[in-house]
């Protein structure tokens, strides 16, 4: 079969969670999947396909569409009414895979799969880059399948839509491969780097779902913060948080560090006490993968999708609940055979999945295409 995966997320400048879930699906399939061809599509005037990131080879090619690279009103509609139709009868595409959005070309001929990663503009209300939820109602009548990322998006999927369960399947991510402990003097060199001079707790992430203020505020009710440092991979809001931990007495033992690259990430995870993700809301939560890859214990939510990624393997508490998130803090800090055993559970439980995996659900999803008579 002929594959098109839009793939013009690998161009932006910031990781972000969907630019990771576009990577490994691309680099899943390009490793996994020798049977179909693949057309990774991207968006330019100005760059050639060439020029465009993600894998090459047998079955891989590049294309790109000479659209405005800059947002403009009624860009996405004569990508999906003009551009892409003719794309797809040109290279006889039968499936369209767009990993993240809220519309979708309605070519007929073609298997079109959307994937969705959360509803949290619904199921909590989070404002910060809203999601356009109106068009999802549309956008569903017209996908062949709709992939998500956890159980937990499934079940948001269904009470809101109330789509057919048989749309809709679920194909867990992984954590990349670069995240595995790292070596002493890496994690050594990343804590000059970032001055951090004691025992420190992990967060990373920034949007309000992440839950910052609680973790702070976890934090200042621990008993070790004192001889423990709170180490914040955030880049929004700085000065709100700054004043926080300022009024919490606790300014000198918070760090907000920017421009971590991946390699720093990696060892900014295998030097800590604790990795701490109490989020509000996760569609999957790949940090907590990521994290207990790196061999440390983690703590994180018992809502949303976190317990269905960590299992028994972390230490789960109520993000609303501050106190919760100190105790478990210092219940960390304070027992060696616990952190010993959330260590190796962690190890385990993130065998469970992989962009390996991920890639051999995502092939048998997409022979879905010719079960339904496409391809």
Known sequence: ???????????????????????GLVNGMHAHDRENNYKLLYYSLRRQAGDMPGPAGENFTKAVLRVPDQVFWGRQSLIDNVFLPRFFEKHKIDIFHRPVGYTMPQSTNVFKILTVHDLRTLTIGDRYAAQDISRYQKVFSVIDCCVVVSECTK???????KISEKKIKVVHLGADERYKPAAQEAVDGVKRKFHI??????????????????????????????????????????????QMS???????????????????????????????????YEGFGLPILEAMNCGVPVITSNVSSCPEVAGDAALLVD??????ISRAMDQVCNDTRLRESLTKMGFERAKLFGWDKFADQMKAVYALAQSAGRG
């Open 197 to 242: 001079s004691d025992p420190y707790f992990l967060s990373v992430g920034s949007v309000p779902r992440k839950n910052i203020e609680g973790i702070i505020k976890g934090f200042a009710g621990c008993r070790h913060k004192i001889d423990h440092q709170l180490v914040l991979n955030c880049k929004i809001d700085i000065d709100k948080y700054t």
């Open 1 to 23: 079969m002929n594959i098109c995966i839009e793939s013009h997320l690998l161009n932006h400048p910031r990781r972000s969670g969907v630019m990771t879930y576009t990577e």
């Open 319 to 324: 993000p609303h609940n501050t106190e919760e």
């Open 155 to 161: 079940r948001d999927v269904i009470e809101h839509f």
């Open 246 to 280: 300022e009024e919490l007495g606790i300014k000198d033992r918070v760090l907000f560090v920017k421009n971590v690259s991946d390699d720093d990430l990696v060892a900014l995870y295998s030097g800590c006490r604790a990795f701490v993700f109490p989020s509000l």
